[in-house]
């Protein structure tokens, strides 16, 4: 093989593809066969989502599952079942997607940043203790690209000042702290079947929680404000209908038949890669810290520091994608600069406090950093193959590392 670059024309190390995503089958199409021809399409008649919901929770150590539409709308409703008066504030890391703030804007609730651990990228206790004010109401801990948060300290924190605890599990679909599952770990949870996902109907999303009470509250916020007692147009709260359909309950229940295997081939090969890439100068994979019993990468991170490293990330990943290997930046910003944020676009939401919130002011110096230069993110669909693919990786890293004079400029 030559130690040219394939970016300069070398050959690359990898030209076969990783694992294709989403992964399905056989059992996919018999389970939405069965639901094409049964004419039971919703929710309200059909059996596939009452019974994912059902598996889903266990599986995720808790009694009740509420399936919905999508993990943002399920992170609105945690929030709004919970009975959060209106302004009150919730902390979010500056690390993560979009909506796990744009929930809390959507909920009538005031978002409030709170730095990530440089090593984790998980939100750092101390930070979220800092951010606690007489406003604070709840927490949402991102288990961040399924890596569980450090949820006893949260926990702990929570416990002090009597705050709600929601886990943004979207990424920590079988994943597990101290061996306890995701989705379990604080008071209600909520994952994602988007695309992208360790598992997927396309779009959907559940809240998992073992509080009956609130429970009950998502079950009618995501059902038109119905309750289980009323007739049919009877509607006692403010909701909508964020109702899964059948032919998504379909192919979650056929997915959540893999997850198990799936994610233990991810951990492994996670951890793998992450020991293989830990021995080049300037790379650090995400720390993994003994409470994490499972990590269901659906992202594998970590930190190229450029100087350590000889040359700067975007060279790197650029070079490294010429190798064959599927790899990107992630984030551009932190959530607290985006364009929502900074000109405060919360439409008709927060029209009492917005005039007193600015978001220049956050401080989250860690998310910044590896946001503006240091992150690199790797798809879960990558953990799904073979050590051999793992060790195709470990050796394009090895090799631009070799070459990163070349890049450097
Ligand atoms: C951390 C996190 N939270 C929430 C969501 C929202 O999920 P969805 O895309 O299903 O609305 C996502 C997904 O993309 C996510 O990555």
Redesign the pocket.
């Known amino acids: 093989m030559s130690q040219k670059l394939a970016l300069l024309g070398g050959t690359p190390v990898r030209t076969k593809p990783f694992p294709a995503w989403p992964v399905f089958g056989k059992a996919e199409e018999k389970r939405l066969l069965r639901v094409l021809h049964s004419g039971k399409w919703g929710r309200l008649n059909g059996s596939e989502v009452a019974e994912f919901e059902q598996r889903f929770a266990t599986a995720h150590g808790c009694k009740h599952g509420i399936a919905m ?7 609105r409703i945690a929030l709004m079942a919970a009975g959060i008066p209106a302004d009150a504030e919730v902390i979010v890391p500056p690390y ?5 703030a744009s ?1 809390v804007i959507e909920a009538n609730m005031i978002p409030v940043f709170a730095d990530i651990d440089l090593e984790t990228f998980n939100l750092d206790p101390k930070a979220v203790e800092a951010a606690i004010t007489p406003r604070t109401r709840a927490i949402i801990a ?3 690209a399924g890596q569980p948060a450090d949820m006893r300290a949260i926990m702990a924190i929570a416990r002090k000042h009597k705050l709600l605890v929601i886990e ?1 599990a ?2 920590a679909h079988g994943a597990s702290y101290r061996n306890q599952p995701a989705g379990s770990l604080g008071h209600v949870a ?1 994952f ?3 695309s ?2 360790n598992m997927t109907s396309g ?3 559940i809240i998992t929680t073992n509080d009956d009470a609130l429970a009950a509250a998502c079950r009618s916020i995501h059902n038109c404000g119905r309750i289980p007692t009323g007739i049919w147009y009877e509607h006692h709260v403010i909701s909508g209908n964020y109702r899964l359909g059948e032919f998504q309950g379909a192919i979650l229940n056929a997915q959540l038949d893999r997850l198990e295997k799936q994610t233990n081939t991810r951990d492994r090969n996670g951890q793998y890669l992450a020991a293989q890439l830990s021995k080049l100068p300037g790379i650090h994979p995400q720390v993994r810290p003994t409470d994490c019993t499972r990590h269901s990468y ?1 992202l594998f991170m970590l930190r190229i520091d450029g100087q350590e490293f000889g040359a700067p990330r975007m060279p790197v990943i650029k070079a490294l994608q010429a190798e064959g290997i599927p790899c990107a930046a992630g984030y551009g910003w932190s959530l607290h600069r985006q364009p929502l944020f900074r000109n405060k676009a919360f439409g008709p939401y927060l029209p009492k406090s917005s005039a007193r919130l600015n978001y220049a002011k956050v401080h989250c110096p860690n998310s910044d950093l590896i946001c503006r230069e240091q992150c690199v993110w790797l798809e879960q669909s990558i953990f799904l193959g073979t050590r051999a693919d793992m060790d195709d990786v470990a050796k394009a890293f090895a090799k631009v590392h070799q070459n990163r004079e070349a890049i450097r400029a």
């Open positions: 539409v999508n993990g943002t709308v399920s992170l993560t997607f979009f909506s796990t929930a991102v288990h961040f943004d979207a990424h909520s994602s079947f988007q992208s996902k779009e959907g999303g659906h």
